[in-house]
């Protein structure tokens, strides 16, 4: 799962590893691998989720020029994920979304935040998580929802680059559960 590699044309396996990468090339390289798990509560509810980021931080994205350091936050479009919540059995069957990062190679001055920007379709209701939360590793609470969910948007943050981080690849993984809530 922490493969760079570009998602495969296999049904079974993209729907198995979801991935979002973020590359920061030349001061730092940081990539970010986003990974969905879906709830066991429930047997037929599902969650699916797609989408990538690629992002390049190099002299350009010097605050000053030569000598300053990089801007420090960089954000994903609005729309660089999506998620979907299917197989709920109507709109009273309530469920949530939690969130989860695991780090394989970070430095603690790095933070990914995520927000849910869109509602996405369905005849369900969806609520929270239109906030900046970060990821952190244990699962919390992300945002919520009853009945079916299409294409609810996901946007990512990253902050604390610095010219002070010492270049390396730096990587985490970033999962989504769906949690039944009846």
Known sequence: ?????????????????????????ELLHFSCVLVLI???????????????W????????????????LTSAYESA?????????????????????????????HSSLHLYVKRTSDGTGSGSISGGTSYQEAADTDQSFFSGAGDRSGADIQLRLTGVS???P??????????????TE
């Open 163 to 165: 010219v002070q981080i």
């Open 1 to 25: 799962m922490g493969s760079l590699d570009p998602p495969s044309n296999h049904p079974e396996e993209r729907k198995l590893k979801r991935t979002y990468k973020l590359l920061i090339l």
């Open 78 to 106: 609005a729309d660089a994920a999506s998620i979907s919540v299917s197989g709920t059995g109507g709109t009273s069957d309530n469920w949530r979304i939690d969130v989860k990062k695991t780090d394989t190679t970070w």
């Open 54 to 69: 690629f992002e390049t931080i190099n002299s350009a994205d010097l605050q000053a020029g030569a000598g300053s350091d």
């Open 167 to 180: 270049p390396d690849a730096y990587s985490a993984t970033v999962y989504y559960t769906v949690v039944d």
């Open 38 to 52: 879906a709830g066991t509560s429930h047997a037929a509810i599902s969650i699916t989720a797609t989408g990538i």
